[in-house]
């Protein structure tokens, strides 16, 4: 019988990362969507060596110097943004996942396709790592890797699911989670719209700040960035999002290939 492979998930640490360390998030990552998105779209290492991959700058600053806009200009940002996902029932967009790792200064891309449904559902299909996937029917999250032939499966209530992307499945507020200041877009590569730099209210070891990248004309978020403890940075392009559109409901169930080994964290 093939032996099971680990599961991945980060552990606390500093410095480098440890041998079962890949990405940027911790413990949280079985309970929700960022557990997927570490496990099929970041880089593994083993033990202190690093893959070999093409050297990238480290990110700028946040905000690159440029003072923070005013909270009342921030306030009403936060609120359009909540407005235009407040009346939206579903999303799809193709995304690009850049992960940067500060100890090694390497980079990791990968792309595919995302659905969002309310409440609670979602797909998010790989093309590079090729057939990855997470699927999540609303009380059921699987996080299904092909090159393994493995997939790890958990109930996972509503709740559960990180902040960070939460408001496009429609569960909660984003003041509820966290505390705002607002960039201009220009400041931080984002010409045409603003930055919306979150800092959790409640501290938690998955992140440290949340960045969302919000188009000015439509309030639109079209990118989030994810930092955590370590410096590590997770960061999602939503190239061309729609909502509302139709979205079958086969999307969010998903059958293994026979041979898969099935996980329960």
């Known amino acids: 019988m093939r032996p099971l492979r680990r599961p991945s998930w980060p552990r606390e640490s500093q410095g480098r990362p440890s041998r079962w360390s890949v990405a940027p998030t911790s413990a949280a990552l079985v309970l929700g969507l960022a557990a997927g998105l570490a496990v099929l779209g970041a880089p593994r290492y083993a033990d202190a060596d690093p893959p070999a991959a093409t050297p990238a700058a480290a990110p700028a600053p946040i905000g690159n110097g440029a003072a923070p806009a005013p909270q009342s200009q921030t306030d009403v940002l936060v609120g359009k943004v909540q407005g235009f996902y407040d009346k939206s029932t579903s999303f799809q967009s193709p995304f690009n996942q850049e992960f940067w790792v500060k100890a090694y200064n390497q980079k990791k891309t990968s792309r595919g396709t995302v659905v969002f449904q309310k409440p609670g559902k979602m797909q998010w299909v790989y093309d590079d790592p090729k057939d990855n996937r997470i699927v999540s029917d609303g009380s059921t999250l699987r996080v299904y890797e092909a090159a393994n032939k493995q997939m790890y499966e958990q109930q996972v209530d509503k709740s559960q699911y990180p902040a960070a992307l939460s408001f496009l ?82 999307q969010f169930r998903f059958d293994p290939p026979p041979g898969t080994a099935i996980i329960h964290p």
């Open 169 to 250: 499945t429609g569960q909660g507020k984003l003041t509820d989670h966290f505390d705002f200041q607002m960039f201009p877009g220009e400041s931080m590569n984002f010409p045409g719209g603003s930055v919306l730099v979150g800092n959790p209210k409640t501290p938690t070891a998955a992140y440290q700040k949340v960045l969302f990248y919000v188009d000015n004309a439509t309030s639109q978020v079209r990118r989030v960035m994810i930092l955590d403890g370590q410096g590590n940075r997770n960061r999602f392009d939503f190239l061309d999002p729609k909502v509302n559109q139709p979205v079958k409901p086969e």
